[in-house]
Nanobody, 122 residues
Framework: QVQLVESGGGLVQPGGSLRLSCVVSGNTFSIIAMGWYLQAPGKQREFVASVGTFDTTNYADSVKGRFTIARDNAKNTVYLQMNNLKPEDTAVYYC????????????????WGQGTQVTVSS
């Protein structure tokens, strides 16, 4: 079992930046990947970014070059640095932890945080 708490969301102007944080606790030694999904109103959750062992990262095409995911193991925290934000980025951002390959690949539901709202004004 893993618990995750996100923070850092808020209202930002187009072109601005935010940094989301996700503090994880519990069975952290079993985590094989962590990352972020977003969910816009009325839409399915969409993959944003992930980080695995040896700091291997993956990004959705829509955020590549604008967002950066990073992990600080000493603080049990994963960050999402979001630059050049667009109105289309407006969503609730959920941190996740994957304990299995299926969870890491998105075919099964991982452990979720409560979400943090990001609103990019237009």
């Amino acid at each position: 079992q893993v618990q995750l708490v996100e923070s850092g969301g808020g209202l930002v102007q187009p072109g601005g930046s935010l940094r989301l944080s996700c503090v994880v606790s519990g069975n952290t030694f079993s985590i094989i990947a962590m990352g972020w999904y977003l969910q816009a109103p009325g839409k399915q959750r969409e993959f944003v970014a992930s980080v695995g062992t040896f700091d291997t990262t993956n990004y959705a095409d829509s955020v590549k070059g604008r967002f950066t995911i990073a992990r600080d193991n000493a603080k049990n925290t994963v960050y999402l640095q979001m630059n050049n934000l667009k109105p289309e980025d407006t969503a609730v951002y959920y941190c996740y932890a994957a304990l299995t390959r299926a969870q890491a690949e998105g075919s099964m539901t991982p452990w979720w945080g409560q979400g943090t709202q990001v609103t990019v004004s237009s």
